[in-house]
């Protein structure tokens, strides 16, 4: 009867020392798994915040970039256009800004190509909230967007054939090309806000 018992006993905490390591084991895989997840989602926000960094947050939208690309291949180009297009030429750049202070933003789109461009600037497109065109500027190189108004919209600072231009929202559009502008003595300002140049404001870059 004691052997009996005795033998019981030795069963018995064998089986609970087995299901306490079991236990023991699965608690340990669940740990690891947790901190294997934990590092994945640390490492993906240390990408997103090296993005933020790298490039001005203005120019960092991808939802309103797909938009962008809908626009360009659907009503700015045409099939004609976007058959003589190579890849590397169907990249564009955006720009975020409330130009008229009514809470909405503007947005500015560089392109900035071979096929946009020529030896004085390039293509760079100015669209409403609702991505209706405003400007379509030509020639165009670096904005500097003042702080000043003139018409209720933000005054234009930009540099054509070495010279600096001042554009001036007027009846619905900036001047379309900056080059025939007259030019002015008067220079950007410290506090003008910077677009599409990559010493004070690189933009991301989206294909299309």
Do not use: H
């Not at 901190?35 to 994945?40: V, Y």
């Not at 700015?76 to 297009?85: A, F, G, P, V, Y």
């Not at 379309?176 to 300002?189: F, K, L, M, R």
């Amino acid at each position: 009867m004691y052997k009996n018992s005795l033998s019981l006993f030795i069963i018995l905490s064998g089986l609970l020392f087995c299901s306490c390591k079991n236990e023991n084991t699965k608690n340990n895989q669940i740990e690891v798994i947790k901190q294997i997840e934990d590092k994945e989602e640390t490492v993906t926000e240390i990408k997103k915040e090296a993005v933020s960094y790298e490039y001005a947050e203005q120019t960092i939208d991808d939802e309103l970039a797909k938009q962008i690309e809908n626009y360009i291949t659907t009503k700015l180009l045409t099939e004609d256009d976007l058959e003589l297009m190579t890849e590397k030429q169907r990249i564009f750049q955006l720009y975020k800004i409330d130009l008229n202070n009514d809470g909405k933003n503007e947005v500015f789109v560089n392109f900035l190509t071979s096929y946009f461009c020529g030896t004085g600037g390039c293509t760079l497109l100015l669209l409403n909230s609702n991505l209706k065109l405003i400007t379509r500027f030509s020639s165009t190189r670096t904005l500097f967007v003042e702080q000043t108004f003139q018409n209720n919209w933000k005054v234009i600072m930009t540099k054509s054939q070495g010279s600096w231009r001042k554009l001036i929202y007027t009846n619905g559009s900036y001047p379309s090309n900056p080059s025939v502008v007259e030019i002015t003595t008067q220079s950007a300002s410290s506090q003008a806000e910077i677009m599409f140049g990559n010493d004070f404001s690189k933009a991301k870059t989206y294909t299309f």
